[in-house]
């Protein structure tokens, strides 16, 4: 088992894969109009749910998101940071439940030298940061901060390509 380490710079490298795969015009659906309205890590299928519907959602009526699972037991990755973590062989969803990437956690006005890794996000992710193969993955603070900016203008609304100039723009303050 070994120990990944993402810095600013593969963190930027992961990003462009990202962009390339999707293109640079591609807007996420959690912020179009025509989604859910909600960004998320993880590909989603949309359900209607009624009043009487299952036992996880009685008394609820509306749409309820469900991950889109691959073949290899993984979330489809949704958003760009999503396609980063699947990139590394993480599970967006997983990841997602704790929200690693949070403002709360880290954001781009907060460079205090947080780093997230298997040990520190331990309470908050069962298993911590693990690949499908078992390694585990320490994001470093720039890392964070490089996503955090991508993310930021993904959920602005705006496509990758500028969702990337704003993490290239955050290396300025590394």
């Known amino acids: 088992m070994t ?3 993402i810095d600013a710079d593969k963190a930027i490298e992961l990003l ?3 962009v390339k795969l999707k293109g ?3 807007i996420d659906v959690g ?3 025509d989604g859910d309205g909600e960004c998320r890590y993880y590909a989603v299928t949309l359900s209607e749910v009624r009043e009487d519907g299952d036992e996880d959602h009685l008394g609820y009526e509306g749409k ?3 991950p889109v699972i691959g073949e290899d037991g993984r979330a489809e990755p949704g958003c760009i940071v999503g396609h980063v973590y699947y990139a590394l062989g993480l599970d967006p969803a997983h990841i997602q439940t704790g929200l690693v990437f949070d ?3 880290h954001s781009t006005a907060d460079r205090s030298g947080i780093v997230a890794n298997a040990h520190s996000l331990a309470g908050e992710i069962p298993g911590g940061l693990l690949t499908k193969d078992g390694d585990t993955v320490t994001i470093t603070a720039g890392a964070q901060a490089v996503m955090s900016a991508a993310q930021a203008q993904q959920d602005c609304g705006q496509n990758w390509g500028q969702a990337l100039i704003g993490a290239e723009r955050e290396m300025n303050y590394l």
């Open 3 to 5: 120990n990944i380490i």
């Open 16 to 18: 462009k894969a990202a």
């Open 24 to 26: 640079a015009s591609y």
């Open 31 to 33: 912020t179009d109009p």
């Open 64 to 66: 309820v998101a469900s």
């Open 103 to 105: 403002t709360l956690l």
